[in-house]
């Protein structure tokens, strides 16, 4: 029993010894919040930052192909030049027309300037009589009458002149429309680049039929200059990626010698 209470006390005067020490040791730091991520691999594939294939617009025959596959292009060059011989015939036809319209316009305006020149005679042949008339027995009792008949009949004629003026304008605005509409036309004749970039693909030669049905597209134009990597992302990534306003991603790429790219992408956890 005597061992016992000493065991006791030996124990009780270690841990009032010791207390002080393992006090000190005892390290607080506060509690925070913080957003926790992740790092994953992904296979990535770079791809021309624009990429369109370019088609006839108007349907002819392919005349000439001035560049080829590989070709380095500028933003409105010449790419293709495409021949429609019906549709010069239809620039010619409506260029006529307008001929036509402004000839039948001049001739109608020198007619108005006859008719009024004859309204003016008329007007003054009227006034004399006017004047004539206030002497008795001076001029037959109808000739006033005639003559005021004229001058109504040239104003009526004048009036109808104008309106068959402008009706021959109207005509020959809207030819010359037609005219510009297929000028603009005959300019689908020549197709040049939308943009910088690099000839990918030729699908055509000099006199193949093309048209904006055609099932193959003339050329393939890409952007190579500014490329546009694309990553394959898992549905549960995404929704981590981008389902919540206060997430965060981060992509670095990671040079590798062979393809596909890869990036490599911070996610949160």
Known sequence: MRKVRQLF?????TLVVLAPAMAQTIELVPVVKKAVSRTIDLPGEFQPFMNVALYARVAGYVETVVVDRGSVVKQGDLLVVLSAPEMKAQVAAAESKV???????????????????TMTSAQATYGRLKTASATPGAIAGNELDVALQNVEAQRAGIQAQRSSIEALKSKTIAAEAE?????EM????????????????????PGALVGPSA??????????????LVVAVLKKMWVALFAEP????????????????RSRVSLPA
């Open 179 to 183: 005219v510009r509409a297929l000028q």
């Open 99 to 117: 001929q036509a319209a402004e000839a039948d316009r001049a001739q109608a305006e020198s007619k108005l300037a006859s008719l009024e020149a």
């Open 246 to 261: 206060a997430s965060r991603s981060s992509f670095l790429p990671i040079p590798r010698a062979r393809s596909p790219a």
């Open 9 to 13: 006390s030996a124990l009780a005067i």
């Open 186 to 205: 005959e300019g689908y004749l020549k197709v040049t680049a939308p943009f910088d970039g690099v000839i990918a693909e030729r699908d055509v030669h």
């Open 215 to 228: 099932s193959a597209p003339l050329l393939l134009l890409q952007q190579i200059a500014r490329l546009r």
